[in-house]
C-alpha cells in the first residue's frame, strides 16, 4: 500500500511541477500557438487525403464517399512501362540536387561573406533573395522566354557565335538541366540565409589569426569557414 501511495504522490508532484513550468513559461507556450496551428491545419490535416492513394477517387463524391480499390493504383505504376524510366529521372534529379544544389547556397554564403561594403552587400543579398518569391508560374515564363529559339536571349548569344538556335524545352535531354538551373535560380539564395547566419556567428577573432597566419582565402575557407559550419551542414 505505502508503495502504491508513494507513486501516486510522485506522479502527483511531476503533474504539478508540469503545470508549474507552463505557467512560468506561459508567454513562450504562446508563442508557439500560432506554428502548431499552421503545422496542424497545412501539414497534419492534409494527411487525410493520402487515402486518395487508396480510392477509386470521384471527385463529386469526395473522400468519404468514393470506393476503396486497396493497392490497385500502386500496382498498375510498378507495372506500367514508364515506371522504370519515371525512377530513374527522380534518381538522377536527386543526384543532381545533390552535386550542385546543395552547395550552391554554401558557395552563396561564403562569398556574400567576404563583400565587406554594407550597401552593396545588402543589394546583392536582395536580388538574390527575390526570386523565391516568385511563384512556378512566373518562373516557367521567365525561362519559356529566355531560352525560346526565337528571339530567346540564350539563342540569341549562340546566333551570335554563329551557332544554330536550339530547341531546349522541346529536347528530352536537357530537360534535367533546366529544371536544376531553374530551381537553383528560384531557391538557392534563400537556402543560403541560414548559412549566412551561421558564418556570422564565426568569432572575428579566427579570421584575424588566420590572417596573421598568412592563411589565403582559399585555406581560410576550409580550415575555418567550413569546419565551424558542420552542424548546419549536417543538420
Request: proline letters at 4%; charged letters at 15%; glycine letters at 6%.
Amino acid at each position: 500500500m505505502k508503495r502504491i501511495s508513494f507513486k501516486k504522490d510522485n506522479k502527483d508532484v511531476k503533474e504539478k511541477s508540469i503545470w508549474i513550468t507552463i505557467k512560468k513559461n506561459y508567454d513562450m507556450y504562446l508563442i508557439l500557438i500560432p506554428g502548431l496551428v499552421y503545422l496542424i491545419i497545412f501539414k497534419y490535416l492534409p494527411m487525410y487525403g493520402v487515402t486518395i492513394a487508396f480510392q477509386d477517387f470521384n471527385i463529386f463524391k469526395g473522400i468519404s464517399g468514393s470506393k476503396w480499390v486497396g493497392l490497385m493504383h500502386f500496382r498498375n505504376l510498378l507495372y506500367s512501362k514508364e515506371f522504370f524510366r519515371v525512377f530513374r529521372n527522380t534518381l538522377l534529379l536527386s543526384i543532381y540536387d545533390i552535386i550542385f544544389l546543395f552547395p550552391l547556397p554554401i558557395f552563396i554564403a561564403i562569398v556574400l561573406n567576404e563583400i565587406k561594403n554594407i550597401f552593396y552587400k545588402k543589394t546583392v543579398q536582395t536580388i538574390i533573395y527575390l526570386p523565391h518569391f516568385l511563384s512556378w508560374v512566373v518562373v516557367s515564363g521567365i525561362f519559356i522566354n529566355i531560352l525560346s529559339p526565337s528571339g530567346g536571349f540564350v539563342n540569341n548569344i549562340i546566333s551570335l557565335f554563329g551557332g544554330k538556335p536550339i530547341s531546349f524545352l522541346m529536347d528530352k535531354h536537357w530537360f534535367r538541366s533546366i529544371l536544376v538551373i531553374s530551381s537553383g535560380w528560384k531557391g538557392a539564395g534563400w537556402s543560403a540565409i541560414i548559412y549566412i547566419a551561421a558564418i556570422t556567428g564565426i568569432s572575428p577573432e579566427l579570421y584575424e589569426a588566420a590572417k596573421i597566419d598568412g592563411c589565403n582565402w582559399f585555406q581560410t575557407v576550409t580550415r575555418i569557414t567550413i569546419p565551424l559550419m558542420k552542424r548546419i551542414l549536417l543538420f
